[in-house]
């Protein structure tokens, strides 16, 4: 059989992480790693040019500093020898080397992966739904898909639900359905995971695209359409029951003092995020080292391995120096978005920023933001997807002109 091209190995990748994202959880991570290792093979075989633009520093540069202020707040801190301080190295290595990847995605265009991306996440919610529907309707319990955490399963969910959205766009009238089925179906196995701290952060993007985009609004504006989104919101309603309970009881516990919630993770959060300023306090600016975070969590008697807040948890990590380089890391694919040329795809690739960092942000506030594999990986393939659309990259060049092979 014909060996597929470069060009084509790029969009299977692309579009295989966000479809397989929710029902294979860290296959991700696995697809980086793998891409990672086969881009320093052929980068040292020479198989094709180091393509990289100027603008890439600005993502690559954050991600270094972030990796190397981690390891700068664990020397610090290390106590126990560097066997802990090597182990706990290894999980940021795609954040040092994710950036060798840019010059084989540059083979194919930027807006053609972009696209590729866009379709894998409708495929996204699609797949996850079944497994999600038997866990939470059938088992009874908080949907996780594959991803083995209700919590990175509902980071999928949040993200991958919005960015199939942009398949409206298209001119192609399968993949507005696909999109259209595929946010849907995001969005409810979203609501299956009962994540009540990812919920604004998408209600929040829809409310962006209508904004963003205003024509794709205009063909629901019929009978036909207010039937089917009639439809479609019986169905949300009808799933939303199972996020109802946690929901009354986050508002019970914030708006009473003598509150009846019965879920007791929000006295645990304050209580972490308690001990959290404390320890803060005694390490202001390094921290304490993300070897010791466990050990930390554990000295009020509990056994987590963060702190439910992704600020608090870098704070207490590696200090103000951790939590400003995670800020800057955080907000480099959006400030180029912001910053690229005005070009035709310019909203799309602004509004693929602006979800994947204020995601992040919500989400973050009551539980990861990077240090799990899931959350790291999306992050950092979403970013790559920024990049290579930017214009002025080198990628923008037709696919047909492309002759590499694996």
């Given at each position: 059989?014909?060996?597929?091209?470069?060009?084509?190995?790029?969009?299977?990748?692309?579009?295989?992480?966000?479809?397989?994202?929710?029902?294979?959880?860290?296959?991700?991570?696995?697809?980086?790693?793998?891409?990672?290792?086969?881009?320093?093979?052929?980068?040292?075989?020479?198989?094709?040019?180091?393509?990289?633009?100027?603008?890439?520093?600005?993502?690559?540069?954050?991600?270094?500093?972030?990796?190397?202020?981690?390891?700068?707040?664990?020397?610090?801190?290390?106590?126990?020898?560097?066997?802990?301080?090597?182990?706990k190295l290894v999980p940021l290595l795609p954040f040092l080397l994710f950036w060798l990847m840019l010059p084989r995605l540059r083979i194919s265009s930027g807006r053609s992966?972009?696209?590729?991306?866009?379709?894998?996440?409708?495929?996204?919610?699609?797949?996850?739904?079944?497994?999600?529907?038997?866990?939470?309707?059938?088992?009874?319990?908080?949907?996780?898909?594959?991803?083995?955490?209700?919590?990175?399963?509902?980071?999928?969910?949040?993200?991958?639900?919005?960015?199939?959205?942009?398949?409206?766009?298209?001119?192609?009238?399968?993949?507005?359905?696909?999109?259209?089925?595929?946010?849907?179906?995001?969005?409810?196995?979203?609501?299956?995971?009962?994540?009540?701290?990812?919920?604004?952060?998408?209600?929040?993007?829809?409310?962006?695209?209508?904004v963003f985009f205003p024509a794709t609004i205009k063909p629901w504006l019929n009978i036909k359409g207010a039937l089917v989104l009639a439809v479609v919101a019986v169905i949300?309603?009808?799933?939303?029951?199972?996020?109802?309970?946690?929901?009354?009881?986050?508002?019970?516990?914030?708006?009473?003092?003598?509150?009846?919630?019965?879920?007791?993770?929000?006295?645990?959060?304050?209580?972490?995020?308690?001990?959290?300023?404390?320890?803060?306090?005694?390490?202001?600016?390094?921290?304490?080292?993300?070897?010791?975070?466990?050990?930390?969590?554990?000295?009020?008697?509990?056994?987590?391995?963060?702190?439910?807040?992704?600020?608090?948890?870098?704070?207490?990590?590696?200090?103000?120096?951790?939590?400003?380089?995670?800020?800057?890391?955080?907000?480099?694919?959006?400030?180029?978005?912001?910053?690229?040329?005005?070009?035709?795809?310019?909203?799309?690739?602004?509004?693929?920023?602006?979800?994947?960092?204020?995601?992040?942000?919500?989400?973050?506030?009551?539980n990861f933001i990077f240090g799990h594999d899931i959350y790291d990986s999306i992050f950092l393939w979403t970013a790559l997807v920024i990049f290579i659309s930017l214009p002025?990259?080198?990628?923008?060049?037709?696919?047909?002109?492309?002759?590499?092979?694996?």
């Amino acid at each position: 059989m014909k060996p597929l091209s470069m060009n084509a190995n790029n969009h299977v990748f692309i579009f295989a992480v966000a479809a397989l994202a929710g029902i294979g959880g860290s296959v991700t991570t696995i697809l980086l790693g793998a891409s990672i290792v086969w881009a320093i093979i052929s980068l040292s075989l020479k198989r094709f040019p180091p393509a990289f633009a100027a603008h890439d520093r600005f993502l690559i540069v954050p991600a270094v500093i972030y990796v190397l202020v981690q390891l700068v707040a664990m020397l610090i801190n290390s106590d126990t020898g560097l066997t802990l301080v090597l182990r706990k190295l290894v999980p940021l290595l795609p954040f040092l080397l994710f950036w060798l990847m840019l010059p084989r995605l540059r083979i194919s265009s930027g807006r053609s992966l972009f696209e590729s991306f866009a379709l894998g996440a409708a495929f996204c919610g699609i797949l996850a739904l079944p497994l999600a529907m038997w866990q939470g309707l059938v088992q009874h319990v908080r949907a996780e898909g594959g991803a083995g955490n209700a919590l990175p399963f509902a980071l999928i969910c949040a993200l991958f639900s919005v960015f199939s959205l942009l398949n409206l766009l298209s001119d192609i009238k399968w993949r507005k359905i696909v999109g259209f089925i595929g946010f849907v179906a995001g969005f409810v196995c979203l609501l299956l995971s009962q994540s009540r701290g990812m919920l604004p952060a998408t209600v929040f993007a829809i409310v962006l695209f209508g904004v963003f985009f205003p024509a794709t609004i205009k063909p629901w504006l019929n009978i036909k359409g207010a039937l089917v989104l009639a439809v479609v919101a019986v169905i949300v309603v009808w799933f939303g029951i199972s996020s109802a309970d946690r929901i009354s009881d986050t508002i019970a516990y914030m708006t009473s003092e003598n509150t009846t919630a019965t879920d007791n993770s929000y006295s645990m959060r304050m209580d972490l995020w308690k001990h959290g300023y404390e320890l803060i306090q005694q390490n202001p600016i390094f921290g304490h080292g993300i070897q010791n975070r466990r050990t930390l969590v554990e000295q009020i008697g509990l056994n987590f391995s963060h702190f439910h807040n992704g600020f608090i948890t870098a704070l207490v990590d590696s200090g103000i120096v951790g939590f400003l380089s995670l800020v800057a890391l955080l907000c480099a694919p959006l400030l180029a978005a912001v910053n690229a040329a005005r070009d035709a795809f310019y909203r799309q690739r602004l509004f693929v920023a602006i979800v994947l960092t204020s995601t992040y942000i919500v989400g973050g506030l009551t539980n990861f933001i990077f240090g799990h594999d899931i959350y790291d990986s999306i992050f950092l393939w979403t970013a790559l997807v920024i990049f290579i659309s930017l214009p002025g990259s080198a990628e923008e060049k037709s696919e047909g002109s492309v002759r590499g092979t694996v």
